[in-house]
């Protein structure tokens, strides 16, 4: 398993380290008590492996995913769009617009984040899309 830094407290100045799915699910846990949707970003130590963004809405049982890496840049693909809106999540102190449709069942964002624990990959679990043309590159 290889080690990452986790990015997702606006109160914190230092990312806490993840170096197992017992790691990631403590701070996972943490942030099922914010309220709202909240995204956390996954960075892998060396930076070419990527990072994955993880959106957890702990009240709605559901999440959104976003990988950034060597094979390109993914967010999840739920079932159910919202149409003609964005979904907003909250990394830190900012509000971040992601596709009316990546929310996806917050189960499938868990396994897929620890998926993404192993070797740093785009998870095969979870349907992906390729960003929409608003979103920044």
């Not at 309220?35 to 060396?46: F, K």
């Not at 009240?59 to 907003?88: C, D, H, V």
């Not at 971040?96 to 998926?115: G, R, T």
């Amino acid at each position: 398993m290889m080690e990452f830094l986790a990015w997702y407290d606006p109160e914190v100045d230092v990312p806490v380290v993840v170096r197992s799915a017992s790691d990631l699910d403590r701070v996972i846990d943490v942030v099922k008590y914010d309220d709202g949707p909240t995204l956390i970003q996954l960075n892998a130590l060396d930076p070419r492996d990527g990072l994955l963004v993880i959106g957890v809405f702990a009240s709605k049982n559901r999440g959104t995913l976003l990988y950034r890496g060597p094979q390109g840049m993914w967010f999840s693909k739920g079932i159910a769009p919202y149409p003609g809106e964005t979904l907003l999540y909250r990394y830190l102190d900012a509000e971040v617009d992601y596709p009316s449709d990546a929310e996806i069942p917050l189960h499938q964002v868990v396994k897929a984040a620890h998926d993404y624990l192993v070797d740093a990959r785009l998870p095969a679990g979870p349907t992906w899309q390729p960003p929409p043309t608003w979103y920044p590159a």
